[in-house]
């Protein structure tokens, strides 16, 4: 189980879903804070035939500038397979 954030819905789920001796790993400490607070984040809402042309204009504008870090989440590996390929080629 791997969450960037972690509430307690999530915590709940891992106590129900896991064996009892798993590990927690908490990488950012519980007196630093949080990414989610000071990291922008966007939401866009597409269709699907449009979803790929959306995607190219937010890389093509979050990357023309100096410092960027980017992370896209797709459903599935096929997709995300896909999606690489896609986005390495141009």
Request: proline share 1%; net charge neutral.
């Amino acid at each position: 189980l791997f969450s960037a954030t972690v509430p307690t819905s999530v915590s709940e789920i891992a106590k129900i879903a896991l064996r009892t001796k798993y590990n927690f790993v908490d990488t950012v400490g519980v007196d630093s804070e949080q990414t989610h607070l000071h990291v922008q984040q966007q939401l866009i809402v597409t269709t699907q035939e449009r979803q790929m042309i959306a995607l190219a204009s937010i890389l093509d504008r979050e990357t023309s500038g100096k410092h960027y870090k980017i992370i896209v989440f797709f459903t599935t590996a096929r997709l995300t397979g896909f999606m690489a390929e896609v986005f390495n080629a141009v």
